[in-house]
């Protein structure tokens, strides 16, 4: 099969290495091809005046686009730069071979908004994961007050979860928030950020499994107890 992973920032390097990266690996490893679409700065891939970059990191086929991005940005640089990352993966997932199954994270929701107008273009499903939930974190924190802006990011996290065939929370209490928000609870996996690669490994194989995905994961291992 063939897979997408979308993400902003996915650290592919060194003991950061991002749970995404290495569930891609684990994908590569059962034959499987595997894109990642992510920023040059989450690879440290310095690209110059170039826009897009190519590179392969143990069988995943990465593609990075110059799109910089710091904490010391302010409000208008940061939401321009995730404008356009979503724009750019989008139009470049559009010129790729044809995906049979996307995975996205967020934030920011912009990166989820580019995975479902690309699932809606080949007619494939998408996994999203949540980090943190938007706008609450920006708000929370101060970062965020425009009234625009928040209902902007508010239409964009309810699409995101409409229209998701998973929701992958990693905590409960991120899974809880998205309950309240009317979505269905079947819907939610919790796949809690351990550092454990076999459990993030076995809690994407089950959601997976949820969704009918079986080729993607392969037959269910039994356990000890059913032997």
């Given at each position: 099969?063939?897979?997408?992973?979308?993400?902003?920032?996915?650290?592919?390097?060194?003991?950061?290495?991002?749970?995404?990266?290495?569930?891609?690996?684990?994908?590569?490893?059962?034959?499987?091809?595997?894109?990642t679409l992510t920023s040059n700065g989450a690879v440290e891939m310095d690209l110059g005046r170039k826009r897009i970059g190519f590179f392969q990191?143990?069988?995943?086929?990465?593609?990075?686009?110059?799109?910089?991005?710091?904490?010391?940005?302010?409000?208008?640089?940061?939401?321009?730069?995730?404008?356009?990352?979503?724009?750019?993966?989008?139009?470049?997932?559009?010129?790729?071979?044809?995906?049979?199954?996307?995975?996205?994270?967020?934030?920011?929701?912009?990166?989820?908004?580019?995975?479902?107008?690309?699932?809606?273009?080949?007619?494939?499903?998408?996994?999203?994961?949540?980090?943190?939930?938007?706008?609450?974190?920006?708000?929370?924190?101060?970062?965020?007050?425009?009234?625009?802006?928040?209902?902007?990011?508010?239409?964009?996290?309810?699409?995101?979860?409409?229209?998701?065939?998973?929701?992958?929370?990693?905590?409960?209490?991120?899974?809880?928030?998205?309950?309240?928000?009317?979505?269905?609870?079947?819907?939610?996996?919790?796949?809690?950020?351990?550092?454990?690669?076999?459990?993030?490994?076995?809690?994407?194989?089950?959601?997976?499994?949820?969704?009918?995905?079986?080729?993607?994961?392969?037959?269910?291992?039994?356990?000890?107890?059913?032997?």
């Amino acid at each position: 099969m063939n897979i997408f992973i979308i993400s902003q920032y996915l650290e592919a390097n060194g003991k950061g290495e991002d749970r995404l990266f290495k569930l891609g690996r684990e994908m590569v490893s059962r034959g499987h091809a595997v894109t990642t679409l992510t920023s040059n700065g989450a690879v440290e891939m310095d690209l110059g005046r170039k826009r897009i970059g190519f590179f392969q990191k143990n069988g995943l086929n990465v593609i990075a686009f110059n799109v910089p991005y710091a904490n010391e940005m302010n409000n208008r640089q940061k939401v321009y730069a995730t404008l356009k990352f979503a724009r750019m993966a989008e139009k470049q997932g559009k010129n790729l071979p044809k995906p049979d199954l996307i995975v996205v994270k967020s934030p920011p929701l912009t990166a989820g908004i580019a995975a479902i107008r690309l699932a809606a273009h080949y007619r494939v499903p998408v996994v999203a994961e949540f980090r943190e939930i938007w706008p609450d974190a920006l708000i929370k924190r101060g970062d965020l007050k425009g009234g625009l802006l928040i209902k902007a990011l508010n239409s964009m996290e309810q699409k995101i979860y409409e229209k998701a065939g998973r929701i992958i929370a990693l905590n409960q209490g991120i899974a809880d928030t998205i309950k309240a928000r009317f979505v269905e609870r079947a819907k939610i996996s919790v796949v809690e950020d351990e550092g454990d690669e076999q459990a993030l490994i076995a809690g994407y194989d089950k959601a997976l499994r949820k969704m009918g995905l079986d080729k993607v994961t392969g037959p269910e291992k039994e356990t000890d107890s059913e032997k």
